[in-house]
């Protein structure tokens, strides 16, 4: 019985985990910060344009972050024309080089920018760890939140129900 107590106890923590950083409960709008791609492209986060965004914070040291990659570039292929704007964010500590390089040897196709004085990161909700992701509606609505490793029938369901419903709604 005592063997089985620490895994009953890292069980029930992992699940609490799951659910206090997955959740979107809590979550409204957008926040009213702007970020500027390396490509220099302006980004008001809380002004979509009529367009749902995903937004991820990573940082190009991070194994997970990197993980992504395929799947964020596929996505933004597939809907870039459409109603889905994607950017990444690094984080305050990465410095500029190491973003540009990793944007260059990664072959990342949609806009990364630099979180260089961390505001960007502050003014959304729980960003404690990367790769943490946020999917925002045409509205400016958060209404999904995901921290660590994509899964791409994950990913693509929650985006297609957001687009179906979008335009269901006319937006």
């Known amino acids: 019985m005592k063997i089985r107590l620490p895994y009953l106890l890292a069980a029930s923590i992992a699940a609490i985990s799951v659910f206090y950083f997955n959740t979107t409960q809590g979550l409204n709008a957008s926040p009213i910060v702007t970020a500027t791609s390396l490509a220099g492209q302006q980004f008001d986060f809380a002004a979509t344009g009529g367009k749902a965004r995903l937004v991820t914070f990573y940082s190009p040291s991070c194994a997970i972050s990197k993980r992504d990659i395929p799947d964020l570039s596929r996505t933004h292929e597939r809907l870039k024309n459409e109603r889905l704007d994607i950017i990444a964010v690094a984080m ?14 990664q072959n990342i196709s949609y806009p990364l920018a630099h979180d260089k004085d961390g505001s960007i990161t502050a003014a959304f909700p729980n960003v404690r760890f990367t790769p943490t992701t946020f999917l925002i509606d ?34």
């Open 92 to 105: 305050p500590y990465d410095n500029v080089e190491e973003i540009q390089h990793f944007q260059k040897s």
């Open 138 to 171: 045409s509205s400016g609505k958060i209404v999904w939140r995901h921290v660590g490793q994509l899964r791409s029938a994950v990913l693509d369901s929650e985006i297609d129900a957001l687009l179906s419903t979008q335009q269901l709604a006319g937006k």
